[in-house]
């Protein structure tokens, strides 16, 4: 079965810090790999994904994400966060003919100001 | 346009009564996911409908859980005899069809507390 493994449960930094979220997965074939992200009280929003092609993938607000293979990881990555990135970050996998994702525990993510 | 509805907000519920949640997906989308948040842990998955096609139910954790999907739009979650365990956010998604390369939209969700 699929599982994900988010590494870090709690991450707080202060403003302009760099950000970086592990993410890795166990499934052999091929996947389809997402990041979400719930703002303090808001929906669960789409910030990125990953189906094929270009491994570094570039979402919203200026995150992005790396897609190594051989490492079944799918890490998150800001250069210089905000105030307002405060949120739970959660990564999720499809395989290819999936009917569901599967989610990671999450990242509770505050920004200093 | 509208996003994916859900209803109640919350519900608070005594243990062993049943409650039904409902969802309310994005109009045209043909495929509809429930997933269960518990306090510190990832989205559980729980049911996909696609279509008229039979749903996908294996992530349902006991047969006192049940979905229906009517006419292809709105669904209903019922949790019958519910346990203090049962407590958790309930989410509601939504996606145009081939799941696994549509992103999903997500609703709101239904707080339930099983006191």
């Known amino acids: 079965a699929q599982s994900v493994s988010q590494h870090n449960h709690h991450v707080i930094l202060s403003e302009a810090a760099s950000l970086e979220l592990g993410c890795n997965y166990s499934y052999g074939g091929t996947v389809n790999l997402f990041w979400y992200v719930q703002y303090p009280g808001q929906h669960l929003q789409l910030l990125l994904k990953y189906f094929s092609g270009d491994p570094l993938v570039k979402g919203i607000k200026g995150f992005e994400a790396e897609f190594i293979k051989s490492k079944f990881s799918f890490n998150l990555r800001k250069p210089s966060v905000q105030w307002s990135d405060t949120a739970e970050y959660f990564c999720a996998v499809n395989s290819e003919y999936g009917n569901k994702l599967v989610f990671g525990a999450g990242t509770i993510l505050r920004v200093k100001s | 346009g509208a996003g994916v509805s859900q209803s109640p907000s919350n519900k608070v519920t005594e243990k062993g009564k049943d409650v039904e949640l409902r969802c309310d997906p994005i109009?045209?989308?043909?495929?509809l996911y429930w997933y269960r948040q518990s306090l510190g842990q990832g989205l559980e998955f729980l049911i996909y409908?696609?279509?008229?096609?039979?749903?996908?139910k294996s992530g349902l954790p006991s047969d006192r859980f049940s979905a229906e999907r009517t006419g292809g739009s709105v669904s209903t979650l019922t949790i019958q005899r519910t346990q203090q365990e049962d407590s958790a956010v309930y989410l509601c998604a939504s996606s145009l069809s081939k799941p696994a390369y549509n992103e999903q939209f997500f609703g709101p969700g239904t707080r339930l507390t099983v006191l």
């Open positions: 409908f696609q279509g008229n096609s039979a749903p996908d």
């Open positions: 109009s045209g989308h043909t495929a």
